[in-house]
């Protein structure tokens, strides 16, 4: 069964750094483009940011672009998000999530999700 | 990259069937066959419930169906179901190799 465990949020400064963690199992995730999407607080979704199979194609939001960046170790089954020059609207729950084999903007399974609060 | 727009809430009685909305643009709706509606009950993450439009995932009910005309794409839940209550968020493939979701519809069931 595919398993996605994000990890690394918590408070920090505004203009401070963060790293996300996200853990794969129970599928092949060398083969899969991932995805994180955000959501703030009572608020709706945002997709922040995709990485491709081999991590050599990224693309991200306009509002993250220059600040975040998304990579992958396939090796260690792990998709990571660098965070810098947090702002208070970047606050919100951080999903790591899955594409699609054929699609890699149908978004098919996700993590539970890791609360970054950005606030001094 | 504006998000979609869609009803802030919708409402039903059980066994009746509901339409969410979600417009766009020609240059991500209306131009991609890549909408996307997601259900997200609350305290949960998101889950897939069509994809390409009009595709349903494995397990996903029948009752569940999705359309477009133009730049709106709808969603359409038949015979409505107390475990339908749930927040509902439309997303879509942009021109720009991005993605841009709905601000998501309050689907509150009688």
């Known amino acids: 069964e595919e398993h996605l465990v994000e990890s690394g949020g918590g408070l920090v400064q505004p203009g401070g750094s963060l790293r996300l963690s996200c853990a794969a199992s129970g599928f092949s995730f060398s083969n899969y483009w991932m995805n994180w999407v955000r959501q703030a607080p009572g608020k709706g979704l945002m997709w922040i940011s995709v990485?491709?199979?081999?991590?050599?194609?990224?693309y991200y939001a306009d509002s993250v672009k220059g600040r975040f960046t998304v990579s992958r170790d396939n090796a260690k089954n792990t998709l990571y998000l660098q965070m810098d020059s947090l702002r208070a609207d970047d606050t919100g729950v951080y999903y790591c999530v899955r594409g699609m084999s054929s699609s890699w903007f149908t978004l098919d399974y996700w993590g539970q999700g890791t609360l970054v609060t950005v606030s001094s | 990259q504006s998000a979609l727009t869609q009803p802030r809430s919708v409402s039903g009685s059980p066994g009746q069937s509901v339409t969410i909305s979600c417009t766009g643009t020609r240059t991500d709706v209306g131009g991609h066959n890549f909408v996307t509606w997601y259900q997200q009950l609350p305290g949960k993450a998101p889950k897939l419930i069509i994809f390409?439009?009009?595709a349903r995932p494995s397990g996903v009910p029948a009752r569940f169906s999705g359309s477009r005309s133009d730049n709106t794409a709808s969603l359409t839940i038949s015979g409505l179901q107390a475990e339908d209550e749930a927040h509902y968020f439309c997303?879509?493939?942009?021109?720009?190799?991005?993605?841009?979701f709905g601000g998501g519809t309050k689907l509150t069931v009688l």
């Open positions: 997303c879509s493939y942009a021109d720009t190799s991005t993605l841009v």
């Open positions: 990485t491709s199979r081999d991590g050599r194609s990224t």
């Open positions: 390409d439009v009009i």
